[in-house]
């Protein structure tokens, strides 16, 4: 029982790099969801889905993309990293306020 | 204003001690109350998960929901150094909205 997959685990980009974190889920729910967290400031929204071909913005979008073209897969795009986005990225899935979390990405950007 | 708002940390307590965990939320639409617990390097798992005002018992765990004071509450009995870690509430409408956290640790 896989349960919600992030990779990679653990990445360094230079400033102005691009790269796509992944996420899958097998439990079939349609809401997924990207948060970043930072010391002190707790787990923020980035994006979210409540199903495939739907995609809304949360607490801090800017810099960051999704598409979600199947109900298990939900990737998140960084189109030109920042310094500002060095943080550990979490994907989660969840079902009535249930969540699933992966083990997160944590991201430096040099 | 964020949507939930969690006591600041961080907390050390003597094991055997009752930790107390608050938050209170601004969003009356919300339907689903829960806690989170992150060990460190790892994701948040979910520790607890109501629905209505009330209390709900889990072993040592209770949580507790007032709707009318929009207020969340976790009680932990009894505490463990394996209880140690970052707990987080949430809150949900359709879309899960986090507290920032609270560390505790037991010491011992």
């Known amino acids: 029982n896989a349960g919600v997959t992030q990779t990679p685990k653990f990445q360094v980009l230079k400033t102005g790099q691009s790269m796509t974190l992944q996420c899958a889920q097998d439990m079939n729910h349609e809401y997924m969801s990207w948060y970043r967290q930072d010391p002190g400031m707790g787990l923020r929204l980035i994006h979210y889905s409540v199903g495939a071909g739907i995609t809304d913005q949360g607490e801090v979008p800017n810099g960051y993309n999704v598409s979600r073209s199947t109900t298990e897969d939900f990737p998140l795009r960084l189109l030109s990293a920042a310094p500002s986005q060095t943080s550990v990225y979490f994907c989660?899935?969840?079902?009535?306020?249930?969540?699933?979390f992966g083990q997160g990405t944590r991201l430096t950007v040099v | 204003q964020k949507e939930v708002e969690q006591d600041p940390g961080p907390l050390s307590v003597p094991e055997g001690a009752i930790v107390s965990l608050n938050c209170t939320y601004s969003?009356?639409?919300?339907?689903?109350f829960m806690w989170y617990r992150q060990y460190s390097r790892k994701g948040p798992e979910l520790l607890m998960y109501?629905?209505?005002?009330g209390n709900k018992e889990d072993g040592r765990f209770t949580a507790q929901v007032d709707k009318s004071s929009k207020y969340i509450s976790l009680f932990i009995r009894d505490s463990q150094p394996s209880d140690s870690a970052t707990y987080l509430c949430?809150?949900?409408?359709?879309?899960?909205?986090f507290g920032a956290g609270t560390t505790v640790t037991v010491r011992a």
């Open positions: 969003n009356s639409a919300f339907q689903y």
């Open positions: 989660a899935s969840s079902r009535e306020g249930e969540a699933f």
């Open positions: 109501t629905y209505s005002s």
């Open positions: 949430a809150t949900s409408d359709y879309k899960l909205s």
